[in-house]
Every structure is written in structure tokens, then in C-alpha cells.
């Protein structure tokens, strides 16, 4: 039986596989937290051109 437990990898790949999906999941909001920053930042100067457009 100690042999068998010894030689039973499913859990580390498991933990494995979790933290690759963490990984990506952390990317995925660091990359949207930057691509709505640079969209605001460009609906910002869009709003300050048409503002100063009808002044």
C-alpha cells in the first residue's frame, strides 16, 4: 500500500494543473485591467475634443 501511495501522482498533477489555471486567470485580469485604462483614458480625450469642439 506504501508503494502505491508513494508511486500515485493524480494529486500533484491536479495541484499542477491548478496553478497553471491560476497562472492564467491572473494574466487574463492584469491584461483587462490595462485594456480598460487604456480604453478610458481614450473615451476621456474623445470627451474633452468634442467638448472643446462645441465650445
Known amino acids: 500500500m506504501r ?23 491572473m494574466a487574463i485580469v492584469v491584461a483587462a485591467r490595462q485594456t480598460g485604462s487604456a ?3 481614450l473615451m476621456n480625450r474623445v470627451a474633452d475634443e468634442v467638448t472643446e469642439a462645441g465650445q
Do not use: M
Open 39 to 41: 480604453v478610458e483614458g
Open 3 to 25: 508503494k502505491r501511495f508513494h508511486a500515485d501522482r493524480s494529486g500533484a498533477t491536479a495541484i499542477e494543473y491548478s496553478l497553471i489555471a491560476a497562472l492564467i486567470a
